[in-house]
């Protein structure tokens, strides 16, 4: 009888004895089923609504294909995102560019490429962003990023939507702006953008920011602006540890759409499309990391340290965030194994913690651990810090998996180096 851990139904043993650890895996199949989550939700409430796939949580070319195939737009938040979507053909005029301080390079990038809009994050910006499409004679579609003074309720590094903070126009600056705006003749704005931070459960604050929102666009159109687009961000939250809520996506869009509408009638608004941006909700879920488990420490009556052969470089969550995960041995999967608390430390020169006191099966060097939703923000955050190697990518779809980024080697670590010529 088969007893390892099976993800995606997949034996996540044979995936680490196949490819190696530490080893990413993605299950094409789960990220389908969370957009198709997000989609149905709007489809039901008959909504006119965009998706932007948050890039930065997980992409490479197999995942702008699979965002490509379902339909889904993409945002992306540097040179190096673009990039990878052009690489990928993906229809440029689904891709949106955000960034609170894009460089000139990248600006002409996204004109070159025809991109579908730029999100403005500044008055600076707005001129530049003018200036340089002037220059191409080129008319951007744009959003301009509002920073909605709404604190939602999640670790304060990654809340963006706050006034003391570096991303949006605080709320009370947005007219001017608009104002401002009136004599740039190579931009058209078409919407709001906002987002409040990311990694929240509870669906008021989005509610809240959706009313701030539609308020002043309102008050925008009062003005003479008509807007036509809302987009409230991503944030959407994922459970941590197996037996936590999750965000119900569908009871959240359906409070949104009756809130924006029932708003809308009540000022007089055009019900505007809506857009979110989902990267962790997309493929958080979607993803484990398997490690193999090689020391293990006991301090006696203090605890007992289990390491694997990862850490901070391939998942920096928890010493950035205090971000918490839950998490397997996939080859000891029995109710009857013996318990123990232990706490999973990384490999790297530091007291990289990836899980403190976690109840175990009693592990032993070898073993397979399996962090578990680690689809977001993972790949995407890996370092080299140590000179260790990044993880290869697995991607699972049905009975299929094969490798999308390949696993970094001692020579790529190297590649890049160069003596100066006093050294040679
Ligand atoms: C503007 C913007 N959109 C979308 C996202 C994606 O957030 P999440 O992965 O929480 O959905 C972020 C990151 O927090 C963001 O800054
Ligand atoms: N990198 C953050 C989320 C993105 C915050 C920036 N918009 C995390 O891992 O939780």
Same mark, same amino acid.
């Given at each position: 009888?088969?007893?390892?851990?099976?993800?995606?139904?997949?034996? *996540?043993?044979?995936?680490?004895?196949?490819?190696?650890?530490?080893?990413?895996? =993605?299950?094409?199949?789960?990220?389908?089923?969370?957009?198709?989550?997000?989609?149905?939700?709007?489809?039901?409430?008959?909504? *006119?609504?965009?998706?932007?796939?948050?890039?930065?949580?997980?992409?490479?070319?197999?995942?702008?294909?699979?965002?490509?195939?379902?339909?889904?737009?993409?945002?992306?938040?540097?040179?190096?995102?673009?990039?990878?979507?052009?690489?990928?053909?993906?229809?440029?005029?689904?891709?949106?560019?955000?960034?609170?301080?894009?460089?000139?390079?990248?600006?002409?990038?996204? !004109?070159?490429?025809?991109?579908?809009?730029?999100?403005?994050?500044?008055?600076?910006?707005?001129?530049?962003?003018?200036?340089?499409?002037?220059?191409?004679?080129?008319?951007?579609?744009?959003? !301009?990023?509002?920073?909605?003074?709404?604190?939602?309720?999640?670790?304060?590094?990654?809340?963006?939507?706050?006034?003391?903070?570096?991303?949006?126009?605080?709320?009370?600056?947005?007219?001017?702006?608009?104002?401002?705006?009136?004599?740039?003749?190579?931009?058209?704005?078409?919407?709001?953008?906002?987002?409040?931070?990311?990694?929240?459960?509870?669906?008021?604050?989005?509610?809240?920011?959706?009313?701030?929102?539609?308020?002043?666009?309102?008050?925008?159109?009062?003005?003479?602006?008509?807007?036509?687009?809302?987009?409230?961000?991503?944030?959407?939250?994922?459970?941590?540890?197996?037996?936590?809520?999750?965000?119900?996506?569908?009871?959240?869009?359906?409070?949104?759409?009756?809130?924006?509408?029932?708003?809308?009638?009540?000022?007089?608004?055009?019900?505007?499309? =809506?857009?979110?941006?989902?990267?962790?909700?997309?493929?958080?879920?979607?993803?484990? *990391?398997?490690?193999?488990?090689?020391?293990?420490?006991?301090?006696?009556?203090?605890?007992?340290?289990?390491?694997?052969?990862?850490?901070?470089?391939?998942?920096?969550?928890?010493?950035?965030?205090?971000?918490?995960?839950?998490?397997?041995?996939?080859?000891?999967?029995?109710?009857?194994?013996?318990?123990?608390?232990?706490?999973?430390?990384?490999?790297?020169?530091?007291?990289?913690?990836?899980?403190?006191?976690?109840?175990?099966?009693?592990?032993?060097?070898?073993?397979?651990?399996?962090?578990?939703?680690?689809?977001?923000?993972?790949?995407?955050?890996?370092?080299?810090?140590?000179?260790?190697?990044?993880?290869?990518?697995?991607?699972?779809?049905?009975?299929?998996?094969?490798?999308?980024?390949?696993?970094?080697?001692?020579?790529?670590?190297?590649?890049?180096?160069?003596?100066?010529?006093?050294?040679?």
């Amino acid at each position: 009888m088969m007893t390892n851990y099976l993800f995606s139904n997949h034996d *996540t043993v044979a995936l680490a004895e196949k490819y190696g650890t530490p080893l990413y895996v =993605i299950s094409e199949d789960i990220i389908r089923e969370n957009l198709t989550k997000i989609i149905n939700a709007f489809t039901k409430q008959n909504a *006119t609504y965009d998706i932007n796939y948050a890039g930065k949580a997980f992409l490479n070319l197999a995942m702008c294909n699979i965002i490509k195939d379902m339909g889904v737009s993409l945002d992306v938040v540097s040179g190096g995102e673009l990039y990878t979507a052009y690489m990928a053909s993906f229809p440029m005029e689904r891709v949106c560019l955000h960034g609170s301080n894009k460089t000139v390079e990248e600006i002409k990038m996204a !004109i070159e490429y025809n991109i579908g809009k730029v999100i403005v994050d500044s008055k600076y910006e707005l001129e530049l962003l003018n200036a340089i499409c002037e220059e191409h004679n080129h008319v951007m579609r744009v959003s !301009i990023r509002v920073s909605p003074g709404v604190e939602a309720h999640t670790h304060e590094f990654i809340q963006t939507g706050k006034i003391d903070s570096k991303f949006g126009i605080p709320l009370k600056q947005v007219r001017d702006l608009f104002d401002f705006s009136k004599d740039l003749k190579n931009i058209n704005i078409i919407g709001l953008h906002c987002h409040i931070g990311s990694q929240i459960i509870d669906e008021e604050p989005f509610l809240v920011t959706a009313e701030v929102m539609l308020n002043l666009m309102k008050e925008l159109k009062e003005d003479g602006f008509s807007l036509t687009e809302l987009n409230l961000g991503g944030g959407f939250g994922i459970p941590q540890m197996r037996h936590d809520a999750s965000f119900n996506v569908d009871q959240y869009i359906e409070k949104l759409m009756s809130t924006v509408r029932r708003i809308c009638s009540e000022i007089q608004l055009e019900v505007p499309k =809506i857009v979110v941006e989902p990267g962790r909700y997309t493929v958080g879920t979607a993803g484990i *990391t398997l490690y193999k488990i090689g020391t293990v420490k006991e301090i006696p009556e203090i605890r007992k340290y289990v390491s694997v052969d990862g850490g901070m470089t391939d998942n920096p969550r928890p010493a950035l965030y205090g971000a918490v995960y839950d998490a397997i041995v996939a080859n000891k999967t029995l109710v009857s194994e013996e318990q123990e608390i232990v706490t999973i430390s990384g490999r790297c020169c530091e007291s990289d913690t990836l899980i403190k006191d976690i109840q175990l099966p009693k592990v032993e060097p070898g073993d397979i651990l399996a962090v578990l939703n680690t689809g977001a923000y993972n790949y995407a955050m890996s370092s080299n810090y140590n000179k260790i190697p990044r993880p290869a990518v697995v991607l699972l779809r049905g009975d299929e998996d094969e490798i999308i980024v390949r696993r970094e080697t001692y020579e790529d670590i190297v590649a890049k180096d160069m003596l100066p010529s006093w050294q040679k």
